[in-house]
């Protein structure tokens, strides 16, 4: 499990830097006008720089995020099985779906009222902004997609631990089929591949959910359930998933480029067929290493506990970070050597200050409610004296495939 | 964070304090007696557990190991605190 806070972890801090990432780009294109580029927008005359490549680069790299929190839920769904699925009651269902869903619709309302009530980061929203309420929960909706696709993984648990259990081969092969045609589909019409019959199945099924995702669940769930004779042989094959996992995001780094010159800037970077094999080998190469990172490890342990708590918060407080810089300091926008790290800080740091003052705030019972079971900056348990009989205990640093 | 428990406490009250002010935020103490299940009472999820597992090795000292993060040994509270206690015999 700690290899699991690990990566969730590392999921976190990729959404995080996805999300700076975005801001950067949306800075360059559309603020010009702050910071004395006075052309139209989108200004694109950046496209080609080392800034694009590198905010092009950190963008299809860090669509490892979702996916691998996926992977860690699938996880523990298979602990929760204690060995059988028949366990996955459904008051125990019930009860990790509410954990999951009840703090996502109330960061849905903060942040649909905090964007109803003007301010100077946000000046063209108040009574105004009600027109468009349909638009900005579509957008509210956007920004925390993980959430409805882990919560419908959830709701089909019962049967995907029964598959993965019993036909776990079948269960990886079909999903990963799925997922590699949802993703791909783009890839099919750009390459001239028509067939009304593949249209229309594609067509069928919904764009994200849950289909999109549910192979990255499945691995979870069958690494957990055969992790005895899977992990060996992970373990063997790291190195070649780790070079492999470095090639195919490089691929898709040089289609997200080719895409964007070929619609002049206007590519949406959308999920791709090298996208869905990066990402695919990227998992298995993380869950494939034993994480030795010494202090870092040890945060990114504890960023992984918080995880859930930081990815509802993080995307309100970049916003806003960012509405900040572009108004009181905009020559910072064109400069992302500085805005990245300072949305960076910001959209870390923003989420774990609210959990702590939550924590220390007559809203502590509410805890659970705002942020999930287990994102608060923990309490010492009691006074400082050592354990009867033990040498003062020395946390292991050390996370374990 | 280092975190150590008072002397005078057992394992149970421990791990149930723990749980009272870091997962379940209960103010009037934790609903659950020692052997009820944390997860068909929702105590945890999936970064709970892992809470849970920092805790048990900050606390008491122990190196979990990946394939001891079982429910046989961390289910319930009278279930991790034995599991503490057999690890702190096995410890050189």
């Known amino acids: 499990m700690r290899t699991l806070g690990t990566l969730r972890g590392i999921a976190i801090l990729t959404v995080v830097i996805s999300h700076a990432a975005a801001f950067g780009m949306i800075a360059l294109a ?11 927008p989108p200004d694109l005359s950046w496209v080609g720089t080392p800034t694009y490549y590198t905010l092009i680069g950190v963008t299809q790299l860090t669509q490892i995020s979702v996916p691998v929190f996926l992977f860690a839920a699938g996880f523990y769904v298979a602990y929760v099985t204690r060995g059988n699925p028949k366990n996955l009651s459904w008051s125990v ?5 509410q954990g999951l869903i009840l703090p996502f619709v109330v960061w849905m309302v903060i942040s649909v009222v905090l964007y109803l009530v003007p301010t100077v980061v946000n000046p063209t929203s108040g009574p ?31 049967v995907l631990a029964r598959a993965a259990f019993r036909y776990p081969g079948r269960l990886l092969a079909l999903s990963a089929i799925l997922g590699a045609m949802i993703w791909g589909r783009d ?16 067509n069928f099924l919904p764009w994200s959910f849950p289909w999109r995702w549910i192979f990255f669940f499945a691995l979870g769930l069958v690494l957990a359930r055969y992790q005895e004779p899977l992990r060996p042989r992970l373990a063997r094959w790291k190195w070649p998933l780790a070079v492999g996992a470095l090639g195919l995001g490089l691929l898709s780094i040089v289609e997200a480029d080719l895409l964007n010159r070929l619609n002049h800037g206007y590519a949406n970077f959308t999920p791709s067929f090298p996208s869905f094999l990066y990402v695919a080998v990227a998992t298995l190469a993380l869950a494939s290493w034993e994480w030795r990172l010494g202090r870092f490890g040890h945060l990114l342990d504890r960023l992984g506990i918080q995880s859930y708590g930081i990815y509802l918060v993080q995307a309100l407080v970049i916003g806003y970070a960012a509405g900040i810089v ?16 300072l949305l960076l800080v910001a959209g870390l740091g923003g989420p774990m200050l609210v959990m702590w003052a939550t924590a220390r705030s007559p809203l502590r019972r509410y805890q659970r409610l705002l942020f999930g079971s287990s994102s608060s900056p ?24 | ?7 005078g406490i057992s394992v149970e009250d421990a791990i149930r304090r723990f749980i009272e002010e870091n997962l379940s935020f209960a103010d009037n ?64």
């Open chain 1, 326 to 341: 572009y108004h009181l300091a905009p020559s910072v926008l064109q400069r992302q050597v500085l805005l990245q790290p």
């Open chain 1, 93 to 97: 269902i019930r009860g990790q779906f």
């Open chain 1, 128 to 158: 105004a902004a009600l027109a468009g309420l349909v638009g900005l929960v579509q957008a509210r909706w956007a920004d925390y997609y993980f959430v409805p696709a882990l919560g419908i993984m959830l709701l089909l648990s019962p």
């Open chain 1, 187 to 202: 890839d099919l019409r750009y390459l001239g591949v028509t067939s009304p019959v593949l249209s229309g199945l594609l």
């Open chain 1, 378 to 401: 923990r309490k010492r348990t009691s006074s400082p004296v050592a354990w009867p009989g033990r040498t003062s205990p020395t946390p292991s640093l050390k996370g374990k495939a």
């Open chain 2, 29 to 92: 103490g934790l609903p659950l007696s020692d052997d009820d299940s944390f997860i068909d009472n929702s105590i945890v999820d999936s970064t709970g557990i892992l809470e849970l597992e920092l805790f048990v090795e900050e606390a008491f000292g122990i190196q979990v190991r990946d394939d001891e993060v079982l429910p046989e040994n961390f289910d319930s509270i009278s279930r991790l605190a034995s599991y503490v206690r057999r690890k702190q015999q096995a410890a050189p």
């Open chain 2, 1 to 7: 964070m280092t975190i150590k428990v008072s002397s």
């Open chain 1, 30 to 40: 559309w603020w010009g006008d702050r910071f004395g580029k006075f052309g139209p």
